[in-house]
Antibody, heavy 114, light 112 residues
Framework: EVQLVESGGGLVQPGGSLRLSCAGS????????MNWARQAPGKGLEWVAI????????YYVDSVKGRFTISRDNAKNSLYLQMNSLRAEDTAVYYC???????WGQGTLVTVSS | DVVMTQSPLSLPVTLGQPASVSCRSS???????????LNWFQQRPGQSPRRLIY???NRDSGVPDRFSGSGSGTDFTLEISRVEAEDVGVYYC?????????FGGGTKVEIK
């Protein structure tokens, strides 16, 4: 059974940093593109970043470019999102997803507030 | 960025009746590899999104056959042949043909 489990969310002050993790199991992790998406409270979905199966290509939505970094450790079947210079508008549930949304984790809440 | 426009915003449906959600994209979703990466997702209250349909018309494993997708180019439709109580939630289309991948604004399906 495919499982994606996110962790690392929490409350952080504006300008602060947070690192999200996603542990994958039940599939060959190093064979798939992986993604982070987010959903602000009461709002729709937004794709944040995507990384090729071997980590050689990464793409970001404009609103997080230069602040967020997606990475992966295939030996640990893990995906990461380093978030720096956080803003109030980054407040959202962050989801890890495989490929083009075939599987999603349960999400982890990031709240940016003073 | 490719803008995905869904309609209607809200869709009250009688149990057992059909429902249809429209999704239009600002650019053609035909990828250079010849595929059209248009997916449909269901998000039930309090849950993570679940993919129902990929590449326009392919049902994911475990998805009831009352769900179907169709369309081409810039115009796509999700249809539910007979709405059941468990279908309540928000439905999103998403394009994966161009980066950044983008979602429609969502259509809330509720029971009358």
């Amino acid at each position: 059974e495919v499982q994606l489990v996110e962790s690392g969310g929490g409350l952080v002050q504006p300008g602060g940093s947070l690192r999200l993790s996603c542990a994958g199991s039940g599939f060959t992790f190093n064979s798939y593109w992986m993604n982070w998406a987010r959903q602000a409270p009461g709002k729709g979905l937004e794709w944040v970043a995507i990384i090729r199966h071997d980590g050689s290509d990464k793409y970001y939505v404009d609103s997080v470019k230069g602040r967020f970094t997606i990475s992966r450790d295939n030996a640990k079947n893990s995906l990461y999102l380093q978030m720096n210079s956080l803003r109030a508008e980054d407040t959202a549930v962050y989801y890890c997803a495989r490929s083009l949304g075939a599987y999603w984790g349960q999400g982890t809440l990031v709240t940016v507030s003073s | 960025d490719v803008v995905m426009t869904q309609s209607p915003l809200s869709l009250p449906v009688t149990l057992g009746q059909p429902a249809s959600v429209s999704c239009r994209s600002s650019h053609s979703l035909v990828h250079s590899d010849g595929n059209t990466y248009l997916n449909w997702f269901q998000q039930r209250p309090g849950q993570s999104p679940r993919r129902l349909i990929y590449k326009v018309s392919n049902r994911d494993s475990g998805v009831p056959d009352r769900f179907s997708g169709s369309g081409s180019g810039t115009d796509f439709t999700l249809e539910i042949s007979r709405v059941e109580a468990e279908d309540v939630g928000v439905y999103y289309c998403m394009q994966g043909s161009h980066w950044p991948h983008t979602f429609g604004g969502g259509t809330k399906v509720e029971i009358k």
